[in-house]
């Protein structure tokens, strides 16, 4: 009977205690206005205040906090009472207050900013304030994008602004690719430790990276490029791992068509695309397929080339015969889209079936285009073996660049016109045809878009080579040396070597034109020409058929 009322004696003291702490501890929720001043104050009857702040718009909320006493703690929570951020102030007073500011990128929503003491039972009481400001990211991304399943399609060429949030830590881009390319993605970010990789639908990483030291005022740059395969991929920016940083970032893209002719799947003896004689195929070695494999068969005893032009590195071509066995393998070291590298291999063989394969030296290699022909000898009649162009004229026809006429003859001492010069060129440098070739075309009196060479000549046009005079592409027009200078330069890209002046012991310098002096002056330096013989350049002589191949070839190995 003792214990029993001893016990009810306890139990409303315990409740009266219990009561008065949860009324200390909740008060009504008060909703205050961005930008707005807020006063407030922590008593003994009041030792809690909980304020409501509501984003319409994500972006980054900053909280300016004074306090005038100590043992003071504020927390920013939201929906689902996570702690955004929050901190204890100790030292503050009447006339020494405590200050501080506190900032997170944050989604839109409604978030409680809580200030109460620290310990209940504390003796500290006081006043404080604090002041809210908010910075609309205008983030453009649309959520939820976290994941492969709600990915959010970005088309090719399209900027998005996104936002890493104290709330979404990922986002995630569907990229569609309707036919093989490279692929480059674009990305700006605005803040540190930054994880980002692209990966196709399997789930393999095909590129990945860390970015760091990025800022609001020196946001971190980088571009990523990759030859793909026609598919689906996705591309996830996120934090990196162990970090909550958060920030601002943009992403684009820029997608190139290779516009390759090979027959996929072809990576293997079996699956093995049939290649005809002195047909040219473009193929692609991407991240998705590392090997190509052609064959081909012959009726009879014959000499072949197989000429192959890599626009990467670390190639290699391999011949083998029908059981298998190795017949000679080739290697490119030095290929790269503005240069490309083209060997030939020259063997006579017996009937029977082969095999050509192509693909990266190693499994890590580089990615890139390549062109592959296989053409009987080529026998011109009027093309002796000890003719400075001879070495010249069998490369570039057998790599299908040049061709002789009907007749077995390639005429080396007729001029050149420019309208050849535009096909030599359009071959050389595998440049790709403007979708707006038809445009182009119709604004030179002598092509037009039903020209036969109408897409050659806006390609050319498109990359700054030829560039036309008197709303004319002066087609029939020969070719002289000096303009001819000025043309190689600007297809290879010479400009950037430095003059030595080399025009100093030739003789008519002074004949060439203003225009053109310091391109050929680049010729003489690269030693691409070596003028016409005692000291003559003769840039006002229309260039022959014979000298251009032989300038085109030096120009390609440079």
Same mark, same amino acid.
């Given at each position: 009977?003792?214990?029993?009322?001893?016990?009810?004696?306890?139990? *409303?003291?315990?409740?009266?205690?219990?009561?008065?702490?949860?009324?200390?501890?909740?008060?009504?929720?008060?909703?205050?206005?961005?930008? &707005?001043?807020?006063?407030?104050?922590?008593?003994?009857?009041?030792?809690?205040?909980?304020?409501?702040?509501?984003?319409?718009? *994500?972006?980054? =909320?900053?909280?300016?906090?004074?306090?005038?006493?100590?043992?003071?703690?504020?927390?920013?929570?939201?929906?689902?009472?996570?702690?955004?951020?929050?901190?204890?102030?100790?030292?503050?007073? &009447?006339?020494?207050?405590?200050?501080?500011?506190?900032?997170?990128?944050?989604?839109?929503?409604?978030?409680?900013?809580?200030?109460?003491?620290?310990?209940?039972?504390?003796?500290?009481?006081?006043?404080?304030?604090?002041?809210?400001?908010?910075?609309?990211?205008?983030?453009?991304?649309?959520?939820?994008?976290?994941?492969?399943?709600?990915?959010? *399609?970005?088309?090719?060429?399209?900027?998005?602004?996104?936002?890493?949030?104290?709330?979404?830590?990922?986002?995630?881009?569907?990229?569609?690719?309707?036919?093989?390319?490279?692929?480059? $993605?674009?990305?700006?970010?605005?803040?540190?430790?930054?994880?980002?990789?692209?990966?196709?639908?399997?789930?393999?990483?095909?590129?990945?990276?860390?970015?760091?030291?990025?800022?609001?005022?020196?946001?971190?740059?980088?571009?990523?490029?990759?030859?793909?395969?026609?598919?689906?991929?996705?591309?996830?920016?996120?934090?990196?791992?162990?970090?909550?940083?958060?920030?601002?970032?943009?992403?684009?893209?820029?997608?190139?068509?290779?516009?390759?002719?090979?027959?996929?799947?072809?990576?293997?003896?079996?699956?093995?695309?049939?290649?005809?004689?002195?047909?040219?195929?473009?193929?692609?070695?991407?991240?998705?397929?590392?090997?190509?494999?052609?064959?081909?068969?012959?009726?009879?005893?014959?000499?072949?080339?197989?000429?192959?032009?890599?626009?990467?590195?670390?190639?290699?071509?391999?011949?083998?015969?029908?059981?298998?066995?190795?017949?000679?393998? +080739?290697?490119?070291?030095?290929?790269?889209?503005? +240069?490309?590298?083209?060997?030939?291999?020259?063997?006579? =063989?017996?009937?029977? +079936?082969?095999?050509?394969? $192509?693909?990266?030296?190693?499994?890590?290699?580089?990615?890139?285009?390549?062109?592959?022909?296989?053409?009987?000898?080529?026998?011109?009649?009027? $093309?002796?073996?000890?003719?400075?162009?001879?070495?010249?004229?069998?490369?570039?026809?057998?790599?299908?660049?040049?061709?002789?006429?009907?007749?077995?003859?390639?005429?080396?001492?007729?001029?050149?016109?420019?309208?050849?010069?535009?096909?030599?060129?359009?071959?050389? =440098?595998?440049?790709?045809?403007?979708?707006?070739?038809?445009?182009?075309?119709?604004?030179?009196?002598?092509?037009?878009?039903?020209? *036969?060479?109408?897409?050659?000549?806006?390609?050319?046009?498109?990359?700054?080579?030829?560039?036309?005079?008197?709303?004319?592409?002066?087609?029939?027009?020969? =070719?002289?040396?000096?303009?001819?200078?000025? $043309?190689?330069?600007?297809?290879?890209?010479?400009?950037?070597?430095?003059?030595?002046?080399?025009?100093?012991?030739?003789?008519?310098?002074?004949?060439?034109?203003?225009?053109?002096?310091?391109?050929?002056?680049?010729?003489?330096?690269?030693?691409?020409?070596?003028?016409?013989?005692?000291?003559?350049?003769?840039?006002?002589?229309?260039?022959?058929?014979? &000298?251009?191949?032989?300038?085109?070839?030096?120009? +390609?190995?440079?």
């Amino acid at each position: 009977m003792r214990k029993s009322s001893l016990f009810s004696i306890l139990l *409303p003291l315990l409740l009266s205690i219990f009561l008065v702490r949860s009324v200390q501890a909740e008060t009504n929720t008060q909703i205050i206005k961005i930008g &707005e001043l807020v006063n407030g104050v922590i008593t003994d009857e009041v030792a809690r205040q909980v304020y409501q702040i509501h984003l319409d718009k *994500p972006g980054l =909320l900053t909280i300016d906090f004074t306090a005038y006493f100590g043992s003071v703690k504020f927390e920013l929570m939201d929906q689902n009472n996570s702690i955004v951020f929050g901190d204890v102030f100790y030292d503050g007073d &009447e006339n020494n207050p405590q200050k501080g500011w506190y900032s997170e990128y944050l989604e839109a929503g409604n978030y409680n900013f809580i200030v109460y003491k620290k310990r209940y039972g504390s003796s500290n009481t006081g006043k404080f304030t604090f002041k809210t400001s908010f910075e609309p990211t205008k983030n453009n991304e649309v959520e939820p994008n976290n994941g492969t399943v709600p990915a959010q *399609p970005l088309p090719l060429g399209k900027e998005v602004i996104g936002l890493i949030s104290w709330n979404d830590h990922s986002d995630t881009f569907k990229l569609t690719l309707d036919e093989p390319g490279l692929l480059t $993605v674009n990305t700006t970010t605005y803040f540190d430790n930054v994880k980002i990789n692209l990966e196709d639908e399997s789930g393999k990483t095909v590129f990945y990276d860390k970015i760091y030291y990025g800022t609001v005022n020196n946001p971190r740059k980088e571009n990523y490029s990759e030859y793909l395969e026609a598919g689906t991929y996705y591309f996830t920016i996120q934090q990196a791992d162990f970090s909550e940083d958060t920030g601002t970032y943009t992403l684009s893209t820029l997608f190139e068509p290779t516009k390759n002719t090979e027959k996929e799947f072809n990576n293997g003896r079996v699956p093995a695309e049939v290649l005809s004689l002195n047909y040219l195929v473009k193929g692609l070695i991407s991240w998705n397929d590392n090997l190509d494999t052609y064959k081909f068969s012959l009726d009879q005893q014959t000499t072949i080339d197989i000429i192959t032009t890599a626009y990467f590195d670390n190639v290699v071509v391999i011949l083998e015969d029908k059981d298998g066995k190795m017949i000679d393998k +080739m290697y490119f070291y030095d290929g790269n889209v503005n +240069m490309p590298q083209i060997k030939t291999l020259e063997y006579t =063989l017996k009937p029977g +079936m082969y095999y050509i394969h $192509v693909g990266r030296k190693s499994e890590y290699g580089n990615n890139g285009t390549y062109t592959l022909r296989i053409s009987n000898t080529v026998n011109l009649i009027d $093309v002796p073996t000890d003719a400075f162009y001879y070495d010249a004229v069998m490369k570039l026809t057998g790599a299908g660049i040049i061709s002789g006429y009907p007749d077995s003859t390639f005429r080396p001492n007729q001029p050149l016109i420019r309208e050849h010069a535009v096909l030599l060129l359009k071959r050389a =440098l595998n440049l790709q045809v403007p979708d707006n070739y038809e445009n182009i075309a119709d604004q030179f009196t002598d092509v037009g878009r039903n020209h *036969p060479y109408a897409k050659e000549i806006a390609a050319v046009y498109h990359a700054g080579i030829f560039n036309g005079y008197n709303n004319r592409m002066g087609l029939n027009d020969e =070719l002289t040396r000096e303009q001819m200078a000025s $043309v190689l330069v600007r297809a290879f890209q010479l400009k950037g070597y430095s003059y030595k002046d080399s025009l100093t012991t030739v003789k008519d310098a002074d004949k060439i034109l203003p225009v053109h002096k310091n391109d050929v002056d680049i010729l003489y330096d690269l030693s691409i020409t070596k003028g016409k013989g005692n000291g003559y350049f003769a840039p006002k002589d229309s260039i022959t058929r014979g &000298e251009f191949v032989t300038f085109l070839d030096r120009a +390609m190995k440079k």
